[in-house]
């Protein structure tokens, strides 16, 4: 009863890593308690995370355009073959199953049969998350060359290598459920999957390498370790590698910011105008309010109610903030909110009003780095057009060799 | 029969993706890499990555999935030669084998006092 | 002299502490460091600009391994030249007339052809050049060679890979990898040149002569070249010289803007 078809088997993760990861509390909850805002009451199982502070890049949140059609999951295509599932699934076959495992909480494996709406959740959201890490190369990317320090530059090599690990770790991830990779790319690259908006934004000093690590993969870690535990088995299991591979990249963001604040006078005014510009597009990234009114009946809903998505948008970006504001306490940055405060009634901190038009029209593709980073992007890819069908070919004259000497 | 619990390939929903997205280049073909983490263990399936070769497989597995010496030793397969059982025969698979208690050596009355058993 | 000096990690030859024990061959030691860091910086530059993502991650690694065997030498030099100067210092603070590396690796990154066929060559002269150097008379140069061997063998075997590739692809990849290897020709006699610092480390033991690894590098590059279908060009009319002697091409002070700008921006600043 063997079927030969080909399978996608892919994210599997040696013992050693969770041993890892659990060591540290992403999945068992029981890391250093010192590191877990001890305030913190904005949903209890957050909390029980542990210390996520060291944890490092991702970009899971699935932000949706409410005024566009998401992608096929929304046009009449969809809905036909929406249609055709549902009825396969009152026939009492997959639908069943797959619930009863939601249900369960156990994982959902890439052959097992799940809901299309789920799969193209899924494919959506990994393939954003991909492709932020793929495009998040290039803000500090464009750093390496002007490293002020051989150890800064071997420390941005390394991250920016990691970036591209991490694209492809979640490339493949996204592969079980049916798209080619260079189906991912063209949608990117065509503009009809988005990236993570905050590298739309410029890195105009050297600073700008430190904010991102410590402010924009710190906002990324709020979205990553609930993954972790996404229901989808391979987009976990690719979580928690890049959970442990990034351990040092926030690390590496905060050092850099304590340094230039301990140094000249242009040295704090650079981390401080880093600071400045970075902050108000990292709480953004969170996505925009998803609790209470606006979450009833939404796409976060479905996403929570499949394991997609564990916590809430706001309840995520309460919690950075709260994780934020000491740090930027320690390192001697302001951060440029006048409305920033502790609210001892709530055990928070309030902050201001987001600028939810700006986050719209940059995500809408008129922000001050859109077309340069995918202009960026398709050229490398173009350029090397020639390269991967030169290796096709190559295989191809191999594997008739091959045979000729066989025969 | 297992083709109905196949996934359908996500662009065969999607009315945009067919004509304009065909491509004159073809995909570098997928490769599952497999890494001993140390010596005494098993090779664990860590993930996949492209590459037109297996040679070149190997050298890519090499610098995505072993850049903190997570590894001694890969093995890459072509993701098309791996032949699985199907979720659809789940059942007849893996059941029948639950209640053959008698394979596990907790199923054994023996006095408690002999030793080495 | 320099804070960054106090915070380097340990690497093989930074770990030494030889303040104050003079040498005479700091100088050919400075050319195997600024080669390899000039590269370094060469080929981080295709990180975001390589065909496939799997190859951002190949060459980000030939850069690092690269970056680190520069700073492996760098305190080293400084150890022996009487300076005192940390990898920062030699790498961010002195001019293009002081730069001792040569013009191969300097050029500008032309298409993955180019690449290829630069690191073809380069890589062939590390093995060999490495290779003998394992055995120096210099107790820390010995243990930096011994470890970039490994690393550069690597680099040889992927260059190679793709030349291969490339050369026995399609038409187009051919006839580029043609183009590229006659493009890097005048550039690889100056590999070889027998110039004064590397004769006197040579005569102490401590140096190779680089005249001597000629035929070696020339079978292994050439052997890789025949495999991949393509010729050996060996005809140029003029060849690059000067980089050992600090004259250098006309990229050199782009490169060196560029890599400089924002530490000598900030005299004594910490990073």
């Given amino acids: 009863m063997v079927v030969p078809v080909p399978v996608r088997m892919v994210g599997g993760v040696p013992v050693g890593v969770l041993v890892f990861v659990c060591h540290h509390g992403i999945l068992s909850g029981d890391g250093d308690p010192a590191a877990a805002s001890p305030r913190s009451t904005v949903d209890p199982a957050l909390d029980a995370l542990g210390p996520i502070s060291h944890t490092g890049l991702m970009y899971g949140n699935d932000v949706i355009d409410p005024n566009e059609p998401l992608n096929a999951a929304e046009t009449a295509v969809y809905d036909a073959a929406a249609a055709h599932d549902d009825q396969r699934d009152s026939r009492g076959g997959v639908g069943d199953e797959f619930d009863a495992l939601i249900a369960a909480d156990q994982r959902i494996e890439p052959r097992d049969a799940m809901p299309e ?6 494919v959506r959201q990994i393939a954003q998350h991909a492709h932020s890490e793929i495009i998040g190369m290039q803000p500090e990317g464009n750093w390496i060359s002007r490293a002020p320090s051989l150890r800064r530059k071997a420390i941005l090599i390394a991250k920016v290598q990691d970036e591209a690990g991490h694209g492809l770790y979640l490339y493949s991830a996204a592969e079980t459920l049916g798209v080619d990779r260079q189906e991912l790319l063209d949608r ?25 690590g410590w402010l924009v993969d710190g906002a990324a870690i709020m979205n990553q370790v609930p993954l972790c535990r996404c229901s989808y088995g391979p987009y976990a299991r690719a979580m928690i590698r890049v959970c442990k591979e990034e351990s040092f990249h926030q690390r590496q963001g905060f050092e850099i910011l304590w340094t230039l604040m301990r140094g ?12 400045d510009r970075w902050w108000w597009p990292a709480l953004a990234m969170f996505g925009p309010p998803d609790t209470g009114e606006a979450t009833k009946g939404g796409h976060t809903e479905q996403s929570m109610a499949w394991g997609i998505k564990r916590f809430a948008n706001d309840d995520l970006r309460q919690r950075f903030v709260d994780m934020m504001v000491p740090q930027a306490e320690k390192l001697g940055v302001v951060l440029p909110d006048p409305e920033l405060r502790w609210n001892d009634e709530r055990g928070h901190y309030d902050f201001g009003e987001i600028d939810w038009d700006e986050f719209w029209q940059v995500l809408r593709g008129d922000g001050p780095c859109n077309a340069e980073r995918i202009a960026h992007r398709r050229r490398a890819h173009e350029e090397g057009a020639w390269v991967r069908e030169a290796a096709n070919a190559y295989a191809a004259k191999q594997a008739a060799r091959t045979k000729e000497s066989a025969a | 029969m297992s083709g109905a619990t196949n996934p359908p390939r996500t662009d065969s929903h999607d009315p945009q993706a067919p004509a304009e997205v065909a491509h004159q280049e073809r995909s570098w073909p997928l490769w599952e890499v497999f890494v001993r983490g140390k010596r005494g263990l098993s090779h664990v399936h860590v993930g996949s990555l492209h590459a037109p070769d297996a040679t070149l497989a190997l050298r890519n597995a090499r610098d995505v999935y072993t850049r903190r010496q997570e590894g001694v030793s890969i093995w890459v397969v072509r993701a098309d030669d791996v032949t699985a059982s199907s979720p659809a025969e789940k059942d007849s698979f893996f059941d029948p084998a639950a209640d053959k208690v008698y394979r596990h050596p907790s199923f054994y009355d023996v006095p408690e006092d002999v030793e080495y058993l | 002299m320099s804070d960054n000096a106090t915070r380097q990690e ?9 303040a104050g024990d003079h040498k005479p061959y700091a100088a050919y030691l400075l050319g195997l460091a600024d080669d390899a860091m000039v590269y370094a910086q060469r080929l981080s530059e295709w990180m975001t600009n390589a065909p496939q993502i799997e190859e951002d991650m190949a060459l980000g690694n030939i850069a690092l391994d690269l970056l680190g065997q520069a700073r492996a030498l760098y305190p080293y030099v400084g150890s022996i030249d009487g300076t005192g100067r940390g990898e920062d210092d030699y790498a961010m603070q002195r001019d293009e007339r002081e730069w001792r590396n040569v013009h191969l690796v300097e050029q500008e990154r032309g298409d993955f052809a180019d690449e290829m066929a630069r690191l073809l060559w380069f890589s062939a002269r590390q093995v060999e050049l490495h290779t003998a150097l394992a055995g120096s008379a210099d107790d820390v140069l010995a243990g930096v060679a011994g470890k970039a061997l490994k690393e550069v063998r690597y680099h040889l075997d992927h260059a190679s890979l793709w030349v291969v590739r490339l050369g026995d692809g399609t038409d187009e990849s051919h006839r580029r990898m043609q183009a590229a290897l006659e493009r890097v020709l005048p550039y690889l006699a100056e590999l070889f040149d027998d110039d004064e610092a590397s004769v006197l480390a040579a005569g102490l033991g401590v140096g190779v002569l680089p005249s001597s690894l000629h035929d070696a590098v020339v079978a292994r590059a050439g052997r890789v070249v025949d495999e991949a279908t393509l010729t050996l060009p060996n005809d140029s009319p003029w060849r690059s010289r000067g980089g050992r002697d600090g004259v250098h091409s006309r990229p050199m002070g782009y490169l060196l803007a560029e890599m400089q700008h924002i530490a000598r921006s900030h005299p004594g600043a910490t990073w």
């Fill in chain 1, 117 to 122: 709406k789920y799969r193209e959740t899924l």
């Fill in chain 1, 188 to 212: 990117l690259h065509d503009g009809r999957q988005k990236y993570s908006s905050i590298f739309n934004y410029p890195t105009l000093t050297w600073a700008d390498c430190g904010a991102i």
């Fill in chain 3, 10 to 18: 340990a690497l093989p030859g930074a770990a030494e502490n030889h």
């Fill in chain 1, 264 to 275: 000249t006078e242009a040295q704090q005014a650079m981390a401080q105008d880093a600071a």
